[in-house]
């Protein structure tokens, strides 16, 4: 029991990779996003500032149970090993990330700006404006360049960037289909140098050994998407994760504890949290559908 404990605790403590790359933890289901223009203006002396003008909405992350039975009958654990049982959570614990990471890829998802407005007034930068209409997803290469030329899917992830810089924002990872990463690698004269990790099973040395960056972002792929459509997603992590409860063996689905191995049976591997992306404009989706 403390040896199946201890792996719950560690993949606790871990650092979930993909997590990180586009999100950060947050310790209220509820947080106040702060949106304007802060642009500072020249003061003659002793001239007042104006005020800037801000916008704050309080946001809430939905936060949902999630689990999974370990399917552990008496029998089972009667003439089970240790090991065996060590096995099963962490099988339980791999399923556990996938489920993390799926939740914070659909979150950010269904966040990035659309055209149907945002919750702010969209302030200029620099020589941009920008209407409340603004959207930052991309159904066809069309929409993205406003023609009707091919283009490479480089050249369609750095047009993407753009639609972040335009914002003072910076792109940081490139999320895409395995068969779009392949795109990326058949427009270079050879392949075999190329490392483009899996976004599910990150880890801190796949981002470190990524060869492939573009515009500054590094590219990773994910089962959760197929085709074209990939997410440029700025480095300032905007996915908002809120955890209630981390990852517990649990006597049934409500989340019970665990004290001895008797509540083995029937336990459940169970987590409530939520994710939302803080904004809207930290992020663009494309479909590339015209490649060169």
Not at 67 to 90: C, F, H, N
Not at 194 to 221: C, F, N, W
Not at 256 to 270: E, F, L, R
Request: aromatic residues 8%; hydrophobic residues 35%.
């Amino acid at each position: 029991m403390n040896q199946t404990f201890g792996v719950v605790d560690a993949f606790n403590d871990s650092e979930h990779i993909f997590r990180g790359l586009v999100g950060q933890d947050v310790d209220e289901d509820r947080f106040t996003s702060v949106a304007g223009d802060m642009k500072w203006d020249e003061l003659a002396e002793l001239e007042p500032s104006e005020n800037s003008d801000l916008d704050e909405s309080v946001m809430a992350i939905r936060v949902k149970e999630y689990g999974k039975s370990l399917a552990m009958s008496p029998a089972y654990i009667e003439d089970s090993t240790e090991q065996s049982v060590m096995q099963r959570v962490q099988k339980m614990l791999r399923g556990a990330l996938d489920k993390e990471n799926e939740v914070i890829f659909e979150s950010l998802k269904a966040g990035v700006a659309d055209g149907s407005g945002v919750w702010y007034d969209i302030p200029n930068y620099g020589n941009y404006s920008f209407d409340d209409n603004h959207s930052h997803t991309f159904a066809d290469t069309n929409a993205l360049f406003g023609d009707a030329e091919a283009h490479s899917a480089t050249r369609h992830v750095r047009m993407a960037s753009m639609d972040l810089r335009h914002h003072g924002k910076r792109p940081g990872v490139v999320i895409c289909s395995s068969e779009f990463a392949m795109s990326f690698v058949d427009e270079l004269a050879y392949d075999a140098g190329y490392h483009i990790p899996d976004a599910g099973g990150l880890r801190e040395s796949d981002l470190q050994e990524a060869t492939m960056k573009i515009d500054g972002a590094s590219v990773v792929q994910t089962p959760y998407l197929t085709g074209n459509t990939f997410y440029v997603v700025s480095d300032e992590q905007p996915v908002y994760v809120h955890e209630k409860r981390p990852v517990t063996i649990s006597q049934d689905s409500n989340g019970t504890p665990v004290a001895n191995p008797a509540d083995m049976m029937g336990a459940y591997g169970t987590a409530r949290y939520g994710a939302r992306l803080a904004d809207p404009l930290a992020a663009v989706e494309v479909t590339a559908d015209n490649l060169a």
